[in-house]
């Protein structure tokens, strides 16, 4: 078992930045892939970030440019870096990390950003 825990949320004006963390409770140096999916009301769960075992990372389009994710083994944590951020970034953003056919979440954080 794993248990993810965020921090990072909050509110910002457009155009700011935020940082996200997640901390594992066990090492993430063997996982298949953590990252970051957001769940906007009324929407469904979309993924924003993903970074795999071996370093490579992908983005949705509509964060492109904007976001960066990376990781701290050392510290088991997954970090997304969201700058330039839009009204349309207002979301629930969930971690997830992936190992051995199992997916683990996080519990949440909010995002929101006014204009």
């Not at 825990?5 to 953590?34: H, T, Y």
């Not at 969201?82 to 995002?111: F, S």
């Amino acid at each position: 078992q794993v248990q993810l825990v965020e921090s990072g949320g909050g509110s910002v004006q457009a155009g700011g930045s935020l940082r996200l963390s997640c901390a594992a409770s066990r090492s993430i140096s063997s996982v298949n892939a953590m990252g970051w999916y957001r769940q906007a009301p009324g929407m469904q769960r979309e993924l924003v970030a993903s970074l795999t075992s071996d370093g490579r990372s992908n983005y949705a389009d509509s964060v492109k440019g904007r976001f960066t994710i990376s990781r701290e083994n050392g510290k088991n944590t997954v970090y997304l870096q969201m700058n330039n951020l839009k009204p349309e970034d207002i979301a629930v953003y969930y971690c997830y990390l992936a190992r051995w056919g199992t997916i683990y979440w996080g519990q949440g954080t909010q995002v929101t950003v006014s204009s």
